[in-house]
């Protein structure tokens, strides 16, 4: 994710000021009493199809909020292609970088071009032997508690564990590092500083969480772009408040908040 805002630059209204590299992916969503067991044929009692993939999650949380956004994907050349083509249409996301390919649209490698704009990056789904050029060139990089112990090999289930995780990732040249805890918020650690902090949230009835975390990079990524002079601890506050919302609501694009439906402070 690719975001740039910075006050004093020329800035057009059509140039897209958070660009997502990422998936887009259909979920074909089966609600059932139970699992089928091999082979076995089951009723379900409900089925819908929902617009995901992390990718595409987030762009989608930002343009909801106010961004200039643009998808860089690929898509299948299928009906489910087309159609998540027109949903990112209806959330005001440019897709001139979307494309549509003969190819089974399976998920998609995340490739961020560092090109003197902030890059965020969310290493979804970890993988233990992460290319250590991602670290360090990602301004911001931005993981869960599971992807921090994939990534360190250290087990993270606290704001303290957290701490230490995002302490071995700067070391291994991480400028900044937010590890989210879920309902615990999230931890921050940057380059400069010996101590990690510890961002909480609120405690809310969780209805939800599926896409907290897409939510949470979306926010963080329009924070960057449009209020680069805010502190990157308001950012974290701004971006808690705005996946919390995301989960006491069903769904995961379905639940993202629209600026409308925000406080006004929080802009
Ligand atoms: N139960 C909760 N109560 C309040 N806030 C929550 C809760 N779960 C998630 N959040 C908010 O969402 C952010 C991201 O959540 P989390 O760390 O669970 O991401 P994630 O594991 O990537 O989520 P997912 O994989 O479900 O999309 C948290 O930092 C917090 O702001
Ligand atoms: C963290 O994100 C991964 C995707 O990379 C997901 O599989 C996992 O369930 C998430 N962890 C938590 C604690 O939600």
Redesign the pocket.
């Known amino acids: 994710m690719a975001a740039s805002g910075e006050p004093g630059r020329q800035w057009q209204e059509e140039v897209p000021a958070v660009v997502v590299v990422g998936s887009c992916m259909t979920d074909l969503v089966s609600l059932t009493s139970r699992l089928p067991k091999t082979g076995e044929t089951i009723h379900g009692h409900k089925f819908f199809i929902g617009f995901g993939g ?1 990718g595409a999650n987030q762009c989608v949380q930002a343009a909801r909020l106010g961004a200039k956004t643009s998808m860089v994907c690929k898509v299948g050349k299928d009906s489910f292609g087309k159609d998540y083509i027109e949903n990112l249409k209806q959330n005001d996301i440019s897709t001139e970088f979307t494309y549509q390919t003969q190819d089974a649209a399976t998920g998609t490698a995340s490739i961020i071009v560092n090109n003197e704009v902030k890059t965020l990056f969310n ?4 993988i233990a032997d992460l290319d250590p050029r991602f670290y360090r060139l990602s301004d911001v990089f931005c ?5 921090a112990e994939i990534l360190t090999g250290l087990a993270v289930g606290s704001p303290a564990d957290a701490g230490q995780a995002a302490q071995m990732l700067v070391e291994r040249g991480c400028h900044v590092v937010i590890v989210t805890l ?1 309902a615990e918020g999230c931890v921050m650690l940057s380059e400069t500083e010996a101590v990690p902090k510890h961002i909480p949230t609120e405690k809310v009835k969780a209805v939800d ?1 599926t896409g ?2 897409d939510s949470f990079v979306g926010a963080l990524a329009f924070y960057l772009a449009y209020y680069p002079s805010l502190s990157l601890e308001e950012m974290l506050k701004r971006s808690n408040f705005i996946a919390t919302v995301s989960v006491r609501a069903a769904g995961t694009q379905s639940s993202y908040p629209y600026k409308k439906d925000l406080p006004l402070d929080l802009f």
């Open positions: 992390k290493p979804a789904p970890a993981c869960n508690e599971t992807e879920g969480t907290a975390g």
